[in-house]
C-alpha cells in the first residue's frame, strides 16, 4: 500500500511537471519584450512603418532598442521584424502605441484592430498621437528618468492625467466604445517634442479631436482640462484664477470635482444641463491683497466659478462651431435617458449637436486655504 | 465502506457547476446588450415550470435513473427509442461543450496547442472521475462551486474602480418581445440543459427534496451569471463587450489591484474551464449510463469509455470555425426543446396516467 501510495504521488508530480504548460513552451530569454511602437506611413513601397522599442532581457540593466520594419497591414509588419532579429516580438507588456498625425487623419480603425484582436497585447493599452513629423521620433529621445522611453511616456501620462489633469488618458476598451457609438467621439492624448535645456524631451501635448476616425482638430492642455471638467474625470489640478488684475494671481488646487450632466428635451428640442461641483484648496496667493476672510473667500469662489464657465462655455462652442464632433458624449447621455427620442433623431445628431444648448452651472467651493491664514506680508 | 449516495448539497452544486458550463458563451448578450441581466432573470423565471416537471418526475420515481424511468413508462421498445434520443442530445452537448472550453483556451492561452490534446486531457480526468462512480463528481463539483462563486465574486469586486455605471443606462429599454425571444434561447442554454443531470438523480437519497435541490441552485446560479453580465458590461462598455467572444475574459484582463496584482483573467478562465469540465463530464455519464441501457454493455467502465470515445470525436468535427459556434444559436431552442419540455412532459403525463389507472402495478414495479 505504501509502495502503490509512493508511486501515485511520483506519477502526480510527474504529470504537473510534464502535462501542464503550453505546447509551444517560450523561455524568457528567447523573446523580445516590446514595450510599445510607433506607427508611421511606409517608406520603402509599404504602406506601414513600424518602430518597436524593446526590451533586451539578457543585460542585468534593461536597455531600449529600436527596431523599424515595413509591412502592409499592422501584423504584417510586425511579422516581418522576425527576419532582422533572433527573437521574437512579445506583445503582452506592451503599454502603449503613437500614432503619427498624418496617418491619424487618413483613419485610425485599420491601426486599432491588430491589438483588439490579437491575443497578446492587452486591452488596457494607449493610443497617442505624435504632435511631431513622425511617430518614431518621439521613440528616439532619451528618456529623462526610466531606461525605457515608452514607459516614461506612459507613467507621465497617468501621473499627468492623476495630477495635472491636462491628459486624457484612454485605454483602448475605451476608445473602442467611443469609436463605436453614435454619441460620443473619440479623443486621444497628443505627445510632442519639446526642449528642456538644449536637450530634446517628450511632452504631453492636449488632445486630438476624431470625427469617426479620422482626426480632424486639437486641443491645448488648458482645453484638455475642461473637457475633463465636462466629462467628470477631474481628479486633480490646479485652477488660475485672476482676482482684481489681468493675470492669474490665485491658484486653486483642485480636491474633488463632480459633473452631472443632465439632458432635457423639452418640444423635441434637446438642451443639456451641466453642473459642476468642485471643491478646491486655495493653495497660492500672489497678489497683495488679503482674501483669507469669509468675503475674500467668496469672492475668489465666485471669480473662479465664473472662469471655469467661461471656459466650459467657450470650449463648447469652439468644438460646435470647429469640428462638430460631440467629444463630450452628450449624446450618449441622451440616448441613456431619453431613448425614444434619441432613437428618431439619431441620424440628425451631428446636425442637432452644432446648434445644441448648454446651460453651465458651477460650483466652486473652498474648503481650506492651507497651512496659512494669511497672505505673505510686505512691510512699508 | 465507501459511500456511493450523492448528498443535496453535493446535487445543487453539480446542478450548479452544469449550468455555469456554458458561462463561457454568457457573458454578454448581443441582442439585448445592456439588458443582458434582465434576459437571465427572464430565463430563470421561464424555467420554474420545468424546475416543477423535472422535480416531479424524480418525486414519482426516487432512486431510479432517467433511462429506467423511460422504459418502465413507455415500454421496452419505445423507451429505448426514447433513450436513443437522450443519449444522442448527451453526446451532442457533451462534444459542444468539450469543444467551445477547448476552443476557450486555445483562442486565448494556448495559441499553438492543439486541441485534441486539450480533449484527450479533459476526456482523461473526466473518465477516471466517472469509472469510480457518479458521486464522485458530486464530491468534485462541491469543491470546484467554492472556487467558481469566489473567482466571480472577487473579480466583480476589484472591478469596481474600472465600472462606468452609465453603460447600464437606457435601463430595460428592450422591445419585450425581442426580451422574451432571448429569454427563451437563454432557457434552453443553459437552464433546460439540466434534463441531462437527472440521471444523476438516482444516486441520491430518496429523503431529498430534488424541488428544493434545483431551486437553490437556480437562485445560485441566476445570481452568479447576472453579476457577471453586469461586471463585463460595466467594465467594458456595450460596444466593447460585443466585439469579443469571451466578454469575461477581456473584462478581467483590465483590471488590476495596484502594480502588483495584474492579470486576474487567468481567474476566470480557470473557473470557466472548470466548470465546462463539470458539464462535460455530466454529459459522458448519462450518454454512457443510457447507452448501457440500450445496448447491455458489461460494465459501467466500457460504457463510459465508449461514450467518452464517442463524444471526443464528434468534438473534433462538430464545428469547423469559433463564428459557427455561435451560429448555431438562435436555431437551438427548437431542437433543445424537444428534449428538455416534450419528452419529460410525455414521460409525466404517461407516468401519472398510468399510476391511476393501474396504481398497484406500478407501485409494486417501483418497489421493485
Redesign the interface.
Known amino acids: 500500500m505504501r509502495v502503490l501510495k509512493s508511486i501515485c504521488i511520483l506519477v502526480l508530480v510527474l504529470c504537473m511537471l510534464c502535462f501542464t504548460g503550453c505546447w509551444n513552451y517560450r523561455e524568457l530569454d528567447n523573446l523580445s519584450m516590446v514595450s510599445g511602437f510607433a506607427i508611421d506611413k511606409g517608406q520603402e513601397g509599404h504602406k506601414y512603418h513600424l518602430t518597436f522599442e524593446l526590451l533586451n532581457l539578457v543585460e542585468d540593466k534593461p536597455k531600449p532598442k529600436l527596431l523599424e520594419s515595413e509591412g502592409d497591414t499592422i501584423f504584417d509588419a510586425i511579422r516581418n521584424a522576425v527576419s532582422k532579429t533572433q527573437k521574437k516580438l512579445f506583445f503582452s507588456h506592451c503599454k502603449a502605441v503613437i500614432i503619427s498625425k498624418e496617418l491619424a487623419e487618413e483613419g485610425i480603425r485599420p491601426l486599432i484592430d491588430f491589438c483588439l484582436s490579437d491575443a497578446e497585447p492587452r486591452l488596457s493599452i494607449n493610443y497617442l498621437i505624435s504632435n511631431e513629423k513622425t511617430a518614431a521620433e518621439i521613440l528616439k529621445i532619451k528618456p529623462i528618468t526610466d531606461s525605457l522611453q515608452i514607459i516614461e511616456v506612459w507613467k507621465t501620462m497617468q501621473l499627468d492625467a492623476s495630477q495635472l489633469s491636462k491628459t486624457y488618458a484612454v485605454r483602448l476598451y475605451q476608445a473602442t466604445d467611443m469609436l463605436a457609438s453614435n454619441g460620443i467621439s473619440l479623443v486621444l492624448p497628443c505627445i510632442k517634442i519639446n526642449k528642456n535645456g538644449d536637450v530634446p524631451i517628450t511632452e504631453l501635448n492636449g488632445t486630438a479631436i476624431f470625427k469617426k476616425d479620422k482626426m480632424i482638430a486639437h486641443l491645448t492642455p488648458d482645453e484638455t482640462k475642461t473637457l475633463l471638467f465636462i466629462k467628470n474625470q477631474i481628479t486633480g489640478g490646479l485652477l488660475l484664477v485672476n482676482v482684481d488684475s489681468i493675470e492669474p494671481n490665485i491658484t486653486l488646487e483642485i480636491g474633488d470635482n463632480r459633473t452631472k450632466i443632465n439632458p432635457v428635451i423639452k418640444n423635441e428640442i434637446p438642451s443639456i444641463d451641466i453642473a459642476m461641483d468642485t471643491r478646491v484648496t486655495l493653495a497660492e496667493n500672489t497678489s497683495d491683497s488679503d482674501y483669507y476672510n469669509p468675503e475674500g473667500i467668496r469672492k475668489v469662489e465666485k471669480i473662479a466659478s465664473e472662469t471655469l464657465k467661461n471656459d466650459t462655455n467657450k470650449l463648447i462652442k469652439k468644438v460646435q462651431n470647429e469640428c462638430a464632433s460631440d467629444i463630450f458624449g452628450f449624446g450618449d447621455t441622451i440616448h441613456q435617458n431619453y431613448p425614444d427620442w434619441w432613437k428618431a433623431n439619431e441620424k440628425n445628431w451631428d446636425k442637432t449637436f452644432r446648434s445644441l444648448k448648454c446651460n453651465v452651472s458651477v460650483n466652486i467651493e473652498i474648503k481650506s486655504t492651507s497651512v496659512t491664514k494669511s497672505y505673505v506680508k510686505v512691510g512699508e | 465502506m465507501l459511500n456511493h449516495t450523492i448528498t443535496a448539497k453535493q446535487a445543487q452544486c453539480l446542478i450548479s457547476m452544469f449550468w455555469l458550463g456554458t458561462m463561457i458563451l454568457l457573458g454578454y448578450n448581443k441582442t439585448l446588450k445592456q439588458d443582458s441581466w434582465a434576459g437571465i432573470l427572464l430565463a430563470a423565471i421561464l424555467f420554474l415550470p420545468l424546475l416543477f416537471l423535472y422535480a416531479r418526475i424524480i418525486r414519482l420515481f426516487p432512486c431510479q435513473d432517467f433511462f429506467s424511468i423511460m422504459i418502465k413508462v413507455f415500454g421496452n421498445v419505445l423507451g429505448k427509442i426514447f433513450s436513443a434520443a437522450m443519449v444522442f442530445y448527451s453526446i451532442h452537448l457533451g462534444s459542444l461543450v468539450l469543444k467551445h472550453s477547448t476552443q476557450f483556451i486555445t483562442?486565448?492561452?494556448?495559441?499553438?496547442?492543439?486541441q485534441a490534446?486539450i480533449f484527450l486531457?479533459l476526456s482523461l480526468i473526466a473518465l477516471w472521475s466517472l469509472v469510480h462512480g457518479p458521486e464522485n463528481l458530486g464530491r468534485l463539483s462541491k469543491f470546484a462551486y467554492v472556487v467558481l462563486i469566489g473567482a466571480v465574486i472577487v473579480t466583480t469586486l476589484m472591478g469596481c474602480k474600472d465600472m462606468n455605471f452609465?453603460n447600464l443606462?437606457?435601463v430595460l429599454?428592450t422591445n419585450y418581445k425581442v426580451l422574451l425571444g432571448q429569454s427563451v434561447i437563454l432557457l434552453t442554454v443553459p437552464f433546460g440543459e439540466s434534463v441531462i443531470c437527472l440521471p444523476f438523480f438516482a444516486a441520491v437519497s430518496s429523503l431529498v427534496n430534488p424541488l428544493k435541490v434545483f431551486l437553490k441552485a437556480l437562485a445560485v446560479t441566476t445570481g452568479l451569471m447576472i453579476l457577471a453580465n453586469l461586471r463585463n458590461v460595466l467594465i467594458?462598455?456595450?460596444?466593447?463587450a460585443?466585439?469579443y467572444y469571451y466578454p469575461a475574459y477581456?473584462a478581467i484582463?483590465?483590471v488590476s489591484l495596484g502594480d502588483f496584482f495584474t492579470r486576474m483573467e487567468i481567474l476566470i478562465g480557470l473557473s470557466l474551464v472548470l466548470a465546462g469540465f463539470f458539464k462535460f463530464a455530466t454529459c459522458v455519464y448519462t450518454a454512457s449510463l443510457g447507452l448501457r441501457k440500450i445496448i447491455n454493455f458489461p460494465t459501467p467502465q466500457s460504457a463510459i469509455v465508449q461514450s467518452i470515445l464517442v463524444i471526443f470525436t464528434l468534438a473534433t468535427m462538430v464545428y469547423s470555425n469559433t463564428i459557427e459556434m455561435l451560429d448555431f444559436f438562435p436555431y437551438y431552442p427548437y431542437y433543445a426543446m424537444s428534449f428538455q419540455l416534450i419528452l419529460p412532459l410525455a414521460i409525466l403525463i404517461t407516468a401519472e396516467i398510468k399510476m391511476r389507472k393501474k396504481k398497484p402495478e406500478i407501485a409494486q414495479s417501483i418497489t421493485n
Open positions: 483562442d486565448l492561452n494556448l495559441t499553438a496547442t492543439p490534446l486531457f452609465d443606462k437606457p429599454n467594458l462598455g456595450t460596444e466593447t460585443d466585439m477581456q484582463s483590465i
